[in-house]
């Protein structure tokens, strides 16, 4: 039976002291065939990367780390897996590039949230996000209200692209600032334009309860049009 902390076990694994020599040769190989597999992929930054590639970039981790400190994992083998995740890689990049329902299906497409100040409720629902997390994407974009957004993309990489009106054109809009996105209400306190917490779709409305006349919600909240700084 084995005792805990015994040191020799917990730090080399019962492994000779001299296999730190195999260990910093087979890492230094792999961090070769990592590099070399990363530059045959094709320069594109972080941010560019699509859900694909990032699967691609775990898997090779995955491959990589194994032979760099397992004795029972040989570095030719690990090769091979990256000789053949490349090629099936470049494949299915050849194959997107001729096919777009392929392309679609690998890559995901572009969704517009945000069309002409109002939530695109059909694209939110397919992307299942998070109203929350989208809200604090926009406000990192100096954005106060739906108002001052004539379209918003989610592209395929997970970037989110805005299109602003101009001051000019900027609309009543559904705030996204907590501190007056927090007052929304089912009852209406005064008569006023409201834009419903759902949709962002602006309307008037009198003192009382409504619902509105795109998503049939009922939850508003005072629709302001402010122009944007920065």
């Not at 005792?3 to 070769?32: A, H, Y």
Request: hydrophobic letters at 45%; one cysteine or more.
């Amino acid at each position: 039976m084995k005792e805990i902390f015994e040191w020799d076990r917990l730090l080399f694994n019962d492994l000779p002291k001299s296999f730190i020599l195999e260990v910093i040769f087979r890492s230094t190989v792999m961090f070769f065939i990592l590099l070399l597999t990363i530059k045959l992929a094709g320069k594109r930054g972080v941010k560019q990367l699509s859900i694909f590639e990032t699967v691609i970039i775990i898997a090779l981790g995955s491959a990589a780390g194994d032979p760099m400190f397992y004795e029972d994992v040989g570095i030719i083998p690990a090769a091979i897996v990256f000789l053949v995740v490349i090629i099936l890689y470049r494949f299915v990049t050849w194959l997107t590039a001729k096919n777009k329902k392929f392309e679609e299906l690998i890559e995901g497409k572009v969704e517009c949230l945000i069309k002409e100040g109002r939530f695109s409720i059909t694209s939110f629902k397919k992307e299942t996000l998070a109203q929350d997390e989208f809200f604090a994407e926009l406000r990192v974009k100096s954005i106060e209200h739906l108002g001052q957004v004539k379209n918003a993309f989610l592209e395929t990489s997970g970037e989110l692209s805005v299109f602003y009106y101009e001051d000019k054109e900027v609309q009543y809009g559904l705030p996204i600032l907590p501190s007056l996105f927090q007052k929304k209400s089912k009852t209406i306190p005064a008569a006023g334009l409201y834009a419903c917490t759902f949709c962002g779709h602006t309307e008037n409305q009198m003192p009382g309860i409504a619902k509105c006349n795109v998503c049939e919600k009922d939850e508003w909240v005072e629709a302001i049009r402010t122009f944007r700084i920065g």
